[in-house]
């Protein structure tokens, strides 16, 4: 008897597992391979060296390095960065950990709130730091 009540268990997380994912393919796909309007979905992507060289990017139009540690990043017209969850972590291995912070429209980058968002890495104790990065605006 308690076989079948872990069979019963077992099946019943798989199913519920299972279910979002199976919902979520009937979402049909908006332009830049979003999907719906209520999912979450990334409008932007970028891969950044340390040099502010871009590695790999999506709808990004321009990156370049201000000051040590501080990054610009210009994304296209049809990205919204109203209420956009924007999220950076550094890549590659460092002497110290780098922890990064993303601000849009900021000064340093030429103030744009609509386009541009400034990237800054710093290692310990605060201090500024070059870092490569992935950044995602979603």
Not at 35 to 57: K, N, P
Not at 110 to 127: K, Q
Request: some cysteine.
């Amino acid at each position: 008897m308690k076989t079948i009540q872990r069979i019963s268990a077992l099946a019943l997380a798989a199913t519920a597992v299972l279910t979002p994912a199976a919902a979520r393919a009937d979402i049909p796909h908006g332009p830049h391979g979003m999907h719906g309007t209520h999912g979450t979905y990334t409008q932007a992507s970028a891969m950044v060296r340390a040099d502010g060289s871009i590695m790999r990017s999506r709808n990004i139009v321009d990156v370049w390095r201000a000051y040590p540690g501080t990054y610009c990043v210009v994304v296209e017209p049809g990205v919204d960065l109203r209420g956009a969850a924007l999220y950076a972590r550094s890549v590659g291995r460092y002497w110290y950990p780098r922890s990064l912070s993303v601000e849009r429209g900021a000064r340093t980058c030429g103030g744009d709130w609509f386009h541009t968002l400034a990237v800054r890495s710093h290692a310990a104790h605060g201090y500024a730091a070059d870092a490569a990065f992935y950044l995602t605006v979603s």
